[in-house]
């Protein structure tokens, strides 16, 4: 996959992210209600993103409910923290 810095970016808060970034919404199951039909492909799909450069994933807690903040959790468990990363969660930012 080609990557993608040459998106440019923008500063969200005091974090500069690329423009280009990944939709979670469609993690989710059919109707993004419920875990989806291949855990382990909805894993690899973040895995790629975040191997590719992305750095912003758009997600809340309302699709599956609560799955696909799951599967990001699971995902990126074994990436390291990076300074300055958020978890945005019904409007309240966590660091």
Same mark, same amino acid.
């Given at each position: 996959?080609?990557?993608?810095?040459?998106?440019?970016?923008?500063?969200?808060? #005091?974090? =500069?992210?690329?423009?280009?970034? &990944?939709?979670?919404? /469609? *993690?989710?199951?059919?109707?993004?209600?419920?875990? $989806?039909?291949?855990?382990?492909?909805?894993?690899?799909?973040?895995?790629?993103?975040?191997?590719?450069?992305?750095?912003?994933? #758009?997600? =809340?807690?309302?699709?599956?409910? &609560?799955?696909?903040? /799951? *599967?990001?959790?699971?995902?990126?468990?074994?990436? $390291?923290?990076?300074?300055?990363?958020?978890?945005?969660?019904?409007?309240?930012?966590?660091?």
């Amino acid at each position: 996959m080609p990557s993608i810095d040459k998106s440019g970016t923008y500063k969200l808060g #005091d974090r =500069s992210v690329h423009r280009l970034g &990944y939709g979670a919404m /469609q *993690l989710a199951g059919p109707h993004v209600f419920g875990p $989806p039909k291949d855990h382990d492909a909805a894993i690899a799909v973040l895995r790629e993103a975040v191997a590719s450069g992305v750095n912003h994933i #758009d997600t =809340s807690d309302y699709y599956g409910p &609560y799955v696909t903040n /799951q *599967l990001i959790r699971e995902a990126l468990a074994p990436y $390291p923290q990076r300074p300055g990363h958020r978890h945005q969660d019904r409007g309240t930012a966590r660091q």
